[in-house]
């Protein structure tokens, strides 16, 4: 689904800039939107929160081979 790809993209980019943000001190959604107050920022910072919220279901959701296992 595209929407699973998509959050799942994004939490990624959350998570990377997390951790340059844990060992460089370095925000780059800040550093390009010039601060994390600007609007802008908080906007792609509250985009990535749902899609790591979105992806919590990703967790818990059976897919087609777990319904079938001795399918491959």
């Given amino acids: 689904m595209f929407l699973d790809?998509?959050?799942?993209?994004?939490?990624?980019i959350g998570?990377?800039?997390w951790g340059s943000?844990?060992?460089f001190r370095?925000?780059?959604v800040s550093a390009l939107?010039?601060?994390?107050?600007?609007?802008?920022a908080r906007v792609i910072y509250t985009i990535i929160g749902i899609a790591s919220?979105?992806?919590?279901s990703?967790?818990?959701r059976h897919r087609e081979y777990d319904?079938?296992?001795d399918r491959v």
Avoid at 5 to 12: E, F, K, S, Y
Avoid at 53 to 56: D, G, H, K, L, V
Wanted: glycine share 12%; charged share 10%.
């Fill in 58 to 60: 990703l967790l818990f």
């Fill in 5 to 12: 790809r998509l959050a799942l993209a994004l939490a990624i």
């Fill in 67 to 69: 319904r079938h296992p």
């Fill in 21 to 23: 943000i844990g060992i």
């Fill in 26 to 28: 370095f925000d780059l």
């Fill in 33 to 40: 939107f010039g601060g994390a107050n600007i609007a802008a």
């Fill in 15 to 17: 998570g990377l800039n």
């Fill in 53 to 56: 919220i979105w992806c919590i």
